[in-house]
């Protein structure tokens, strides 16, 4: 993880969030030598469940309730 005095974090600010964005690394920011604050590339929280994940993307095509056929079921036979 690199680590950046907040000084030159505050002159450089949008050029670092732009190479946090295209690294994907982690940059400390540090004021007197202690650790303030990190700068780290945004990632979408997780789906909490996984119903309803797909809404609007899946259509249904057909009757997905009534039975295939019997021609699939005589070939376990």
Do not use: Y
């Not at 000084?7 to 295209?22: G, H, I, Q």
């Not at 030598?33 to 609007?56: D, F, M, N, T, Y």
Request: aromatic share 2%; charged share 30%.
């Amino acid at each position: 993880m690199e680590t950046i005095q907040a000084s030159v974090f505050k002159a450089k600010c949008l050029a670092l969030m732009d190479e946090v964005a295209r690294t994907g690394k982690t940059i400390l920011v540090t004021k007197n030598g202690k650790p303030v604050a990190e700068l780290r590339p945004h990632r979408a929280p997780r789906a909490k469940s996984l119903i309803g994940l797909h809404r609007g993307r899946i259509r249904i095509r057909g009757d997905i309730i009534a039975p295939a056929g019997t021609r699939l079921w005589k070939a376990l036979e």
